[in-house]
């Protein structure tokens, strides 16, 4: 994994690209209609500045992280750049990944997205889309599945989560200011963040 992961990487910033007028379509209904844009430019700038000779995961994520908090706006920035470089800190110094450690990559993901945006499961968040996301992932593994069958299940859950966001209040940012008017909308962060977990599958089954 270690010499693949500037290409997964690129693989997500691609994906996540691609879908930038869509994301910033559904970031119009509820929030500033600048999630897709903002995340673009992110991770154009991730393509420029992240070394791809890099064989440390860990540093890898974190430089990713790093890029993402300088040059994403808004909360989008702040979450996912968290997110990355937390992530990082579980793959430090490792140069290829077990179903385990991406279970637990996850897990540091999702603590430093709650522990930065001081939010839950249940509030229209990317939070609903990736904590599902991660239990299924890990009771998948638990039964003896890889990581590409572990995370097309996921993948599943993810959806789901962001199909549950289209029947909350959303509690959190601006998007919190609509009150029952945000009820009916899917979340774009939910959405970013399925989008991710499916390149990083899409990504591993083409190349395993």
Partial sequence: MAGKVYDCMKKIGDVIIENKDFLTDLDREIGDADHGVNMARGFHAVEEKVPADLTDIGAFLKKTGMTLLSTVGGASGPLYGTAYMEAGKVAAGKET???DEFNEMLLAAIAGIQKR???????????DALIPAQETYAAKVAEGAGIVDAL????????????????????KG?????????????DPGATSATLTLEAIRDYLKSNS
């Fill in 97 to 99: 990944i077990t179903a």
């Fill in 117 to 127: 945006g001081k939010a839950v499961r249940g509030e229209k968040t990317m939070l």
């Fill in 152 to 171: 097309d299940a996921a993948c599943e859950k993810a959806h789901e989560g962001i199909e549950f966001t289209k029947t909350i209040r959303a509690t």
């Fill in 174 to 186: 601006r998007a919190s200011y609509l009150g029952d008017r945000s009820i009916g909308h899917q």
